[in-house]
């Protein structure tokens, strides 16, 4: 009898090249031992609600009236809901054409587009073209549709850095791409160096591969640095040279936790630059209401924008965008609301700022908690987390540690981290899912955990590492700090 189309081995072979270890084997074995009943602390994926993080006020008040217009009907409303809540969410349901429960248009409502553009401008000092903003259900999916418009085959390659958010890699295995790494240098505070630029992308058209674009994550997940205006003009100059379009996933962009390198946009630097490279260099930007102080990862709302890309090919992104019909309209409202907050003097806005400011203040306090806890304990180095809300920690595995994982059948870092699951209930992702130089082993963890829990974690932590150093060192003068 002949296999079924869905039996596994008659599957699409690019589906099953797919690894996504954010939601790998560590995160399969931390849910059975939830289920068992062991308290589990998932720092695996940049989820804050999951690990408490309270909602902003004045966007869930704005949203709940426009799931429930009825009430703005009530005479007792404005008991409830401030009035510019109120006046806010009668105008979001006048862009709509039915409500919430209606399609949008393929690339998101016109006057939330609108919106968007105007934040960009304010943040850029350029102006931005609505036609030119696609709506998504969160960042991932404009990331997804740009790989699959860029991608024709296994010729062609995408640069990424290593380490990177599995994302990349997997969306290029699924679009049959070939992925092109370009590793950042720990040492160097996860620094980028256009000579290994320039490398890779030899190295890869050795093998016949055509290098079609270039992504950078800024700030960087998983490795939470900031890239500094010197970087990025280095970065956009290289594109422009090798005819690259460059890919700027910025949404942690809210996530900065020190001052001396703010967040600022490829397209700024780009335009900065001036004619010839900002009227000629291809750039899609990314954003998401699933990071900064919003954390509404659930909603699944973000946006690309493209710049100095040809009318004719957003023709055929549209084309693509119009399969799935309409971006879901409540995250397309987060995302207006996450561009267009509260101004000094509405009722909401000193509320609206405590509460941004105060989830902001306390991540900046995570991150330190959690690289100094890191630093202390033995065969762990850590970089301060810039921005983001990852730390990725090199763990200087012991040689007898590296053993024991081979004789498990395990990548070393998988099994220090399942190690460290078993014991502890911390769910982390290994380096391993992310890239990483051979033989160097890291692990990723969010800050995200509650600020008056994380000493508690960074000490249980500690215990872990430290016994497990001790049963796995060898004293034999070995030592890799």
């Not at 890239?227 to 890919?247: D, G, W």
């Not at 600022?264 to 490279?277: F, N």
């Not at 907050?341 to 000193?350: A, L, R």
Request: proline share 7%.
């Amino acid at each position: 009898m002949s296999p079924k189309a869905l039996d596994y081995d008659s599957l699409n072979e690019n589906v099953k090249k797919v690894q996504y270890a954010v939601r790998g084997e560590l995160y399969l074995r931390a849910s059975e031992l939830q289920k068992e009943g062991k308290k589990i602390i998932f720092t695996n994926v940049g989820n804050p609600h999951a690990l408490g993080q309270r909602p902003l006020t004045f966007p869930r008040q704005v949203v709940a009236l426009c799931q429930a217009p009825f009430f703005l009907d009530d005479p007792n409303v404005g008991l409830i809901f401030p009035a510019d809540a109120i006046a806010r969410a009668k105008h979001y349901l006048s862009l709509t054409s039915g409500g919430l429960g209606a399609y949008s248009d393929s690339r998101g409502l016109p006057g939330i587009r609108k919106e968007v553009a105007e934040f960009i401008e304010r943040r850029d000092g350029y102006p931005s073209d609505p036609e030119l903003i696609f709506l998504t259900d969160g960042a991932s999916k404009g990331v997804m549709q740009i790989l699959n418009t860029v991608i024709r085959g296994q010729q062609d390659g995408i640069l990424v850095p290593v380490p990177q958010y599995p994302l990349y890699s997997a969306a290029i295995s699924l679009f049959g791409g070939s992925l092109v790494p370009y590793y950042l240098e720990e040492t160097a505070n996860w620094g980028l160096d256009v000579h290994n630029l320039r490398e890779s992308v030899a190295q890869a058209r050795s093998k016949g591969i055509t290098v079609r674009a270039m992504v950078i994550i800024n700030p960087g997940n998983p490795t939470g640095q900031c890239l500094s205006v010197a970087n990025l003009k280095e970065i956009l100059r290289f594109c422009y040279q090798e005819n690259l379009v460059l890919l700027g996933d910025e949404v942690y962009q809210q996530n900065i936790y020190q001052d001396e390198r703010p967040f600022i946009s490829a397209r700024k630097v780009l335009l900065d630059m001036g004619p010839p490279i900002s009227k000629e260099l291809q750039l899609v930007s990314f954003h998401t209401v699933s990071k900064g102080y919003w954390g509404e990862c659930g909603q699944r709302g973000g946006y690309f924008e493209m710049t100095n890309i040809p009318p004719q090919t957003v023709d055929e992104i549209y084309k693509v965008a119009s399969i799935s019909l309409s971006p879901n309209v409540p995250g397309q409202i987060f995302l207006g609301l996450m561009v267009n907050p509260p101004k000094p003097g509405d009722i909401s806005y000193e509320q609206f700022v405590r509460e941004s400011k105060g989830i902001l203040e306390s991540l900046r306090k995570r991150a330190r908690i959690m690289t100094d806890g890191f630093n202390s304990c033995r065969n762990v180095v850590c970089n301060f987390t810039e921005g983001a809300m990852y730390s990725f920690p090199q763990i200087r595995l012991p040689p007898k540690a590296i053993e024991a994982a081979k004789r498990a059948g395990k990548v070393p870092d998988v099994f220090y981290c399942l190690k460290l699951l078993e014991a502890t209930g911390i769910s982390t992702v290994p380096g391993s899912g992310f890239g990483q130089k051979d033989g160097v082993f890291h692990l990723r963890t969010t800050i995200l955990p509650a600020e008056e829990d994380m000493p508690a974690i960074m000490a249980s932590f500690k215990k872990f590492n430290d016994e497990f150093m001790e049963q796995y060192e060898d004293y034999r003068g070995y030592s890799r700090m």
